[in-house]
């Protein structure tokens, strides 16, 4: 089953902070993050693996709340290259290595 | 290092053709997998390959088939194209199939079914 992130989209002015939210119906392993921008492919950001420890992007931060099954993606002191669409992939106990990814977040950052 | 590569970038075909789709992943890796992506919307799993053997399946119909080959690189096949396969196609590579490999996506085949 699909995750649902929140908010669907964010504006900001450079500088600014966001959160994302993606939440999780089933019991997750790990949660992959990762930007789209418009017409290139997804880069990956950061993955949260079950248990707490993270890895990935050194400006940007996310936890895992495993209680709940849902994860946070921290941006602070936003820049304008976070400008983009960004995507939780939740992988499942039941399936390694299978990515589901939620419907996505448009962030955009104005000067 | 060479990231993940794919090939054709565009391609245009009509409803009842079919379309082979390459990927080349990351030097070391070995394990690739395959995803759909509808415009709005994220991509969506269509199989996983490591060491040549099919390690999972999504949701897609029996039109959908890929292989991997002993270099590690891989085809999507898809028969019978319909009007709703019209997508970007990603490819992720990673080492290995597991948990909490981290895949990498390649720049995606953009294909269009009139």
């Known amino acids: 089953q699909q995750p649902v992130q929140s908010p669907q989209a964010v504006i900001l002015r450079e500088g600014e902070d966001a959160v994302i939210n993606c939440s999780s119906s089933k019991a997750l392993y790990s949660v992959h993050w990762y930007r789209q921008k418009h017409g290139e492919a997804p880069v990956f950001l950061m993955i949260?693996?079950?248990?707490?420890e993270q890895k990935g992007h050194e400006k940007i931060s996310a936890s895992f709340n495993e209680k709940k099954q849902q994860s946070s993606l921290y941006l602070t002191a936003s820049q304008l290259s976070y400008s983009g669409t960004y995507f939780c992939g939740t992988e499942l106990l039941t399936s390694y290595g299978k990515l589901t990814f939620g419907q996505g977040t448009i962030l955009t950052v104005h000067p | 290092d060479a990231g993940v590569t794919q090939s054709p970038t565009h391609l245009i075909k009509t409803r009842g053709q079919h379309v082979t789709l390459r990927c080349s992943p990351i030097s070391g890796h070995k394990s690739v997998s395959w995803y759909q992506q509808v415009l709005g919307q994220g991509p969506q799993f269509i199989f996983q390959y490591y060491e040549k053997e099919e390690r999972g399946r999504g949701n897609f119909p029996d039109r959908f088939s890929a292989r991997q080959f002993p270099n590690y690189s891989s085809e999507l096949n898809v028969n019978a194209l319909l009007l709703g396969d019209s997508a970007l196609y990603l490819c992720?590579?990673?080492?290995?199939?597991?948990?909490?490999?981290?895949?990498?996506f390649g720049p995606g085949t953009r294909l269009l079914v009139l």
């Open positions: 949260l693996l079950k248990g707490g």
């Open positions: 992720a590579s990673s080492l290995a199939s597991g948990y909490q490999e981290t895949q990498y």
